[in-house]
């Protein structure tokens, strides 16, 4: 069985300020991991997903997030936030075969302000 | 290529009612999965459909059922309508061929369900 914990239900950042969205999960296989994005009264849209390889994933709209597999956590990175990015942020993971069978945490609320 | 399209995009329906949800995926993709989202649980897999065939599923009650045509489009139902039922359903489409998450989902807007 999977869970994900998305440690912070509600982000405020100011503009330009930097941010990080966490995210510990565990799993009994391994797993692959994923950010999405949800703006409002939209569906999801992936941000980015590590599947192998660097533990540093890159993203769109600037994003990039960092696997630790001793820590079991994926947090999400951005350097600089625009009030664009006021969003609901989502980690999931997937297992490796057999499918999707996605999982996803509670959500975390990025809030950009000026 | 066009995006994936729900169908419709609001319903209400009344307890004891039964809804079917619809779920065009993009030109060419065979996996398709459906996602209940509510603010209380979040967002939960409800069943994952493969060339017609259910592959996954989730921890719901068998009041919520699918299927999956040829042209891979693919229908959620739900019987039986309970007040928690309220909720957004997403459906996710992928080309993915066997097993596994390299492949990527691509969801849907949602149907909005509100059962009084």
């Known amino acids: 069985a999977q869970s994900v914990t998305q440690l912070d239900s509600q982000v405020p950042v100011f503009e330009e300020a930097p941010v990080e969205l966490r995210c510990n999960y565990s799993?009994?296989?391994?797993?692959?991991l994923f950010w999405y994005v949800q703006y409002p009264n939209q569906g999801l849209q992936l941000l980015l997903k590590?599947?192998?390889?660097?533990?540093l994933v890159k993203g769109i709209n600037g994003f990039e997030a960092e696997f630790n597999k001793s820590q079991t956590s994926f947090h999400l990175r951005k350097p600089s936030v625009h009030i664009s990015d006021t969003a609901e942020y989502f980690c999931?993971?997937?297992?490796?075969?057999?499918?999707?069978?996605?999982?996803f945490g509670a959500g975390t609320r990025l809030f950009v302000k000026a | 290529k066009a995006g994936v399209t729900q169908t419709p995009r609001y319903l209400i329906k009344t307890r004891g009612q039964q809804v079917t949800l619809s779920c065009s995926p993009i030109?060419?993709?065979?996996?398709v999965s459906w996602y209940q989202q509510t603010p209380g649980q979040g967002l939960q897999f409800l069943f994952e459909?493969?060339?017609?065939?259910?592959?996954n599923k989730g921890n719901f009650p068998g009041r919520f059922s699918g299927r999956q045509f040829s042209n891979s489009r693919s229908e959620m139902n739900v019987s039986t309508l309970e007040l928690g039922d309220s909720a957004l359903y997403l459906c996710?489409?992928?080309?993915?061929?066997?097993?596994?998450?390299?492949?990527?989902?691509?969801f849907g807007p949602g149907t909005r369900l509100t059962v009084l």
């Open positions: 590590y599947l192998s390889g660097s533990t």
């Open positions: 030109s060419g993709h065979r996996s």
């Open positions: 999931a993971v997937s297992p490796l075969t057999g499918g999707f069978k996605t999982i």
């Open positions: 996710a489409s992928s080309s993915l061929q066997a097993g596994g998450g390299t492949d990527t989902q691509y």
């Open positions: 459909y493969f060339s017609e065939t259910q592959r």
């Open positions: 799993s009994s296989v391994s797993v692959y």
